[in-house]
């Protein structure tokens, strides 16, 4: 098991609303990115926070948004919540230069 | 644009014969290539890496992967298979930005049968 930390773990939502998940990185990590794997399919890259700062981001809409803590925790926003949101949200942390450390996960669906 | 291929959706094996599972991926510059595996209901569990340096990487729970740069392949190998190990196997790659943003493939199921 890794260090990072993922809640909740499941969530059910309806079209429209807005959800946030959180993410606790690894001791001594300073970075995190989050995924969204659908259902069958590879993690999609949506955006990274290296100290507290955006540091790159995917193909997703601006209604996607994130934010990182001075100790380097992180939250995951999506607002207007649609159908094709459902999916499993995986968010990994990494130091500087090194591979990153996934968490288990929150199942977001959207109904 | 990078991207991974994974061509095989499952592969099945028998317990202690060795086992392959494929990846070939297109990055600009020089290729940062990762394996991971997912349980069920589990997050992404780190095997291995290929940065620089020697062709075959040794990773995690016996595996190993070959890198090959000429065929633009990184599979991902284990000589004796275990029933253990079925569980859906991802290969991502890194470009240029190296550890930023990762490209993963579709995933491959591995099933290792008694």
């Given at each position: ?7 909740p ?14 993410c ?12 969204q ?9 949506i ?40 999916a ?24 | ?31 940062y ?22 062709n ?10 070959e ?48």
């Amino acid at each position: 098991e890794t260090g990072v930390t993922q809640s909740p773990t499941h969530l059910i939502k309806t079209r429209g609303q807005q959800v946030t998940l959180r993410c606790s990185s690894q001791s001594g990590h300073n970075t995190v990115s989050w995924y969204q794997q659908a259902l069958g399919q590879g993690p999609q890259f949506i955006f990274q926070y290296y100290r507290e700062e955006e540091n790159g981001r995917g193909n997703f809409p601006p209604r996607f948004s994130g934010l990182q803590f001075p100790n380097y925790s992180s939250e995951l926003n999506v607002n207007a919540l649609e159908l094709d949101d459902s999916a499993l949200y995986l968010c990994a942390s990494s130091s500087t230069y090194n591979e990153q450390f996934f968490g288990p996960g929150t199942r977001l669906t959207v109904l | 644009a990078q991207s991974v291929a994974q061509p095989e959706d499952q592969v099945n094996v028998a317990e202690g014969n060795p086992l392959t599972v494929k990846c070939t991926y297109s990055v600009s510059g020089n290729p940062y290539l990762f394996w991971y595996v997912q349980y069920p209901n589990r997050g992404l569990q780190f095997l291995l890496k290929y940065i620089t340096g020697d062709n075959l990487v040794k990773g995690s729970y016996g595996f190993e992967a070959e890198f090959n740069k000429s065929q633009t392949s990184f599979h991902l190998k284990k000589p004796s298979a275990l029933v253990s190990d079925s569980a859906l196997y991802f290969c991502a790659a890194g470009g240029n930005t190296g550890f930023q943003k990762l490209v993963f493939g579709t995933g491959t199921r591995l099933l290792v049968s008694p």
